[in-house]
């Protein structure tokens, strides 16, 4: 499985905006990159996903570099609600989503 | 629309002891997963359906783990015997089709004393 990088923790404060970073420097052309975040005793959730340009939803954006070898979430103006476990994942298509470590996100009021 | 339905919400067993788990996915979502996530860590895929047949099960420990899924709707998973190292949340996820998102069942937390 393709791997990806992301940093244990991260910190930021309410109302500003959050770039959580993602290194895949081993992806492939047809992985898609997806990100989840999971909030303390519940399942993960679905954030947002792409191929090879920058996506937007009523959650989140997502910048991919255009070697495609990172990517960053954009979390535009966080709450205390995003407070949470952000998981960046490269899934080939119609392959199971195969979860890592995540990064923690911390959200100061 | 209604999302993955899981039972119980919480579970405590003795080791050795048998235990079931139930998901009812979002109607129409062909893919059902069930995952294992042990404390500190990301979900560890366990079985993939698709309708009511198996598509991956290779990460399942089948000498105490089983799974089915009746009519490509419901699905459950067994645990028989339980060890202590079972002691984990066990999520439902489904999903209607290629590239998309899953949705996520709340879990069921399982603990083996």
């Known amino acids: 499985d393709a791997k990806t990088t992301q940093p244990n923790s991260m910190e930021s404060n309410e109302e500003e905006p959050v770039h959580l970073p993602c290194n895949h420097s081993?992806?492939?052309?047809?992985?898609?990159i997806h990100w989840y975040r999971q909030l303390p005793s519940q399942g993960p959730e679905y954030v947002i996903h792409?191929?090879?340009s920058n996506v937007n939803n009523r959650m989140a954006s997502l910048a991919i570099a255009e070697d495609r070898k990172s990517s960053t979430l954009i979390l535009h103006r966080a709450t205390l609600r995003d407070a949470a476990v952000y998981y960046c994942?490269?899934?080939?298509?119609?392959?199971?989503?195969?979860f890592g470590k995540g990064t923690r996100l911390s959200v100061i009021a | 629309e209604a999302g993955v339905a899981q039972s119980p919400r919480y579970k405590i067993i003795e080791k050795r002891q048998s235990v079931a788990f139930w998901c009812n996915p979002i109607s129409g979502h062909a893919t059902l997963y069930w995952y294992q996530q042990i404390l500190g860590q990301g979900p560890k895929l366990l079985i993939q359906f698709q309708n009511n047949g198996v598509v991956d099960d290779s990460q399942l420990p089948k000498d105490r783990f089983s799974a089915e899924r009746l009519k490509g709707v419901d699905s459950t998973l067994k645990i028989q015997p339980a060890k202590l190292e079972d002691s984990a949340v066990y999520l439902c996820a489904s999903q209607q089709f290629g590239a998309g998102g899953y949705t996520f069942g709340s879990g069921t937390r399982l603990t083996v004393v």
């Open positions: 081993t992806i492939s052309g047809t992985d898609y």
């Open positions: 994942i490269l899934r080939p298509q119609a392959s199971p989503l195969v």
């Open positions: 792409g191929l090879t």
